[in-house]
């Protein structure tokens, strides 16, 4: 099973907004509603940031949000700040292809 | 508050074996699917493996499949993950994760901490 496809890096100004694009294939991020965003700290645990595509668990705030069209899902951080800096991970179901989870390389995104 | 606490890590020789352990606490622990994450250094995220609440169904990445196995004990909600034939690629901090909801695991809503495995000679 391969990893999906992340850009390694991205950035934003504190206040802008910045995607990050997260690609897959049928048999994962475009066959299945169940794409989740991850963030970690360097040396922390990571932390999921949306489920199901674009659901937020409680406490995460709204500023970040999830799509997905066809074989490609987005996260989305709107009104960046300094905490946001962080890498950024996506995941897919994989149903039956291992009745697991797949993840993306990872994204850091850097706060200017 | 949901805790998983790993312990187990540390330096092993390639084709050694080593046994991590997850102990769970703040949530019924019998009602999650269960999964090991691991990270190498400075890489990404790599699902290893998930368990059922009962323990009846189990899953492998293909890389640790004939090598790893994962198990539970419900009664002292406790995760293990028992890695025979180890590789210089297994080298990573192993998380404990809980998935999220009751059926097979999509997404991870808890995390530990990650506990150490180091395969060299």
């Known amino acids: 099973q391969s990893a999906l496809t992340q850009p390694p890096s991205a950035s934003g100004s504190p206040g802008q907004s910045v995607t990050i694009s997260c690609t897959g294939t049928s048999s994962d991020v475009g066959g299945y509603n169940y794409v989740s965003w991850y963030q970690q700290h360097p040396g922390k645990a990571p932390k999921l940031m949306i489920y199901e595509v674009s659901k937020r668990p409680s406490g995460v705030p709204d500023r970040f949000s999830g799509s997905k069209s066809g074989n490609t899902a987005s996260l989305t951080v709107s009104g960046l700040q300094v905490e946001d800096e962080a890498d950024y991970y996506c995941?897919?179901?994989?149903?039956?292809?291992?009745?697991?989870?797949?993840f993306g390389g990872g994204t850091k995104l850097t706060v200017l | 508050e949901v805790q998983l606490v790993e312990s187990g890590g540390g330096l092993v020789q390639p084709g050694g074996s080593l046994r991590l352990s997850c102990a769970a606490s703040g949530f019924t622990f019998s009602s999650y699917w269960m999964s090991w994450v691991r990270q190498a250094p400075g890489k990404g995220l790599e699902w290893v493996a998930n368990?059922?609440?009962?323990?009846?169904?189990?899953y492998y990445v293909d890389s640790v499949k004939g090598r790893f196995t994962i198990s539970r004990d419900n009664a002292k909600n406790s995760l293990y993950l028992q890695m025979n034939s180890l590789r210089a690629e297994d080298t990573a901090v192993y998380y404990c994760a809980r998935g999220r909801g009751s059926t097979v695991t999509k997404s991870f809503d808890s995390w530990g901490q990650g506990t150490l495995v180091t395969v060299s000679s």
């Open positions: 368990i059922k609440q009962d323990g009846s169904e189990k």
């Open positions: 995941s897919s179901y994989a149903g039956s292809n291992n009745w697991g989870v797949v």
